[in-house]
C-alpha cells in the first residue's frame, strides 16, 4: 500500500495555511527618499545671488569697492553743504553722523524696494526653467541686496565713529528694530511693485516720479520735532520717517522720539507684502509672458 503524497513545502516565513487557495504576494516595500531634491529651494535662490554678483560686482573694475565709495561720497558731499549753510545739526556736533543715521536707513530701503521689484525682468531668462520659482528670484534679490547695504552701513559707520570725537553709546536693539522695519517694509513695497510692474510697465516710471520726494519727506536732512505742526501731521503717515527716528535714536541716547510707531511700520510693510504675494501668485505666469 503506498503512502499518501506530502504536502508542498511553504515559503520561508509564509503565514498563510496549506489548506490556502489565496494567492501569495510579497510583502510592501517602504518607498525611497528622494533625497536628491530636498534643498532644491535653497540651491536656486544660491545660484541666484551668486549670479547676481557675478554680473554685477566681478565684471567692473573696483568691484564692491563701489558699492562702498558710492553712499560714502553722498554722505560726505551732503555734510560739507549743509555745514556751509547751518552751523550745528540738530542732534550731536557732527554733520556727518547726523545725515549718516539718516541716509543709511533710506538707502537700505531703496536697494531692497528697488531691487526685489526688478527681481522677475533679472531673473526672466532662468524662470523658463522648472526648478527655478519665481519666489526664489525674489528671494535672492532682497537677501542679497539686504546683506550688501548692511554690510555697507556698519562699514562706513564704524568708519565714522572711529574718526569724529562724538561719545556716542549705540543701542544696538534699538538698531536692529529699525533694520528690521526697513527690510520688512523694502520687501513689501518692491514685492508689490515687482508684480504691478510685470503687469503695467507704466507704474515703474510713475512709481519712480511719485516717490522722488521721499529724499527731502523723511527726515534725513532734519528732526520730525523741528517740523510746523502741519507737516508732522502729514509726515507723520511716512513710514520711512519712524525708521530714521527709530535709528538715530540709537546712536543718540538724548533723543527720545515719542511720536515713532512701529507697530504702524511693521503692519504697512506686511500688507504691501500680502497683497504683492497674491498677485505675484495669481499673475506670475502673465507677467512671465509679457
Not at 554680473?55 to 560726505?76: D, S
Not at 533710506?106 to 536697494?111: A, I
Not at 562699514?155 to 543701542?171: C, Q
Not at 515719542?258 to 504697512?268: D, G, K, R, T
Request: charged share 10%.
Amino acid at each position: 500500500m503506498s503512502n499518501p503524497p506530502s504536502a508542498a513545502p511553504q515559503p520561508e516565513g509564509s503565514a498563510a495555511s496549506p489548506h490556502s487557495s489565496e494567492p501569495q504576494f510579497p510583502q510592501a516595500q517602504e518607498p525611497r527618499a528622494k533625497g536628491g531634491r530636498s534643498f532644491a529651494p535653497l540651491r536656486s535662490i544660491t545660484a541666484l545671488i551668486l549670479r547676481e554678483m557675478a554680473t554685477r560686482y566681478a565684471r567692473t573694475p573696483g568691484g564692491y569697492i563701489w558699492g562702498l565709495l558710492e553712499p560714502l561720497a553722498a554722505i560726505i558731499f551732503l555734510s560739507v553743504g549743509f555745514s556751509l549753510i547751518i552751523r550745528t545739526p540738530s542732534l550731536g556736533n557732527s554733520f556727518l553722523l547726523f545725515y549718516a543715521t539718516g541716509y543709511m536707513p533710506f538707502d537700505l530701503y531703496g536697494s531692497v524696494s528697488t531691487k526685489t521689484s526688478q527681481a522677475i525682468n533679472f531673473s526672466k531668462p532662468l524662470l523658463q526653467f522648472p526648478a527655478v520659482t519665481w519666489i526664489d528670484a525674489v528671494l535672492a534679490r532682497f537677501l542679497l541686496n539686504s546683506l550688501t547695504s548692511i554690510l555697507v552701513s556698519a562699514i562706513l559707520l564704524t568708519g565714522i565713529l572711529s574718526v569724529i570725537d562724538s561719545r556716542t553709546i549705540i543701542a544696538l536693539p534699538t538698531i536692529v528694530q529699525a533694520i528690521a522695519a526697513t527690510l520688512v517694509l523694502g520687501l513689501g513695497v518692491g514685492t508689490l511693485n515687482c508684480a504691478l510692474t510685470g503687469l503695467y510697465p507704466a507704474w515703474g516710471i510713475a512709481w519712480s516720479i511719485f516717490t522722488r520726494p521721499l529724499f527731502l519727506a523723511s527726515g534725513i536732512f532734519y528732526l520730525y520735532e523741528d517740523l510746523p505742526p502741519l507737516a508732522r501731521d502729514i509726515l507723520w503717515y511716512n513710514p520711512l520717517m519712524h525708521i530714521i527716528s527709530l535709528a538715530r535714536s540709537g546712536f543718540f541716547p538724548s533723543y527720545n522720539p515719542s511720536y515713532v510707531n512701529m507697530a504702524y511700520v511693521f503692519s504697512v510693510g506686511l500688507i504691501l507684502l500680502v497683497l504683492g504675494l497674491l498677485l505675484m501668485g495669481r499673475y506670475h505666469r502673465d507677467i512671465l509672458q509679457n
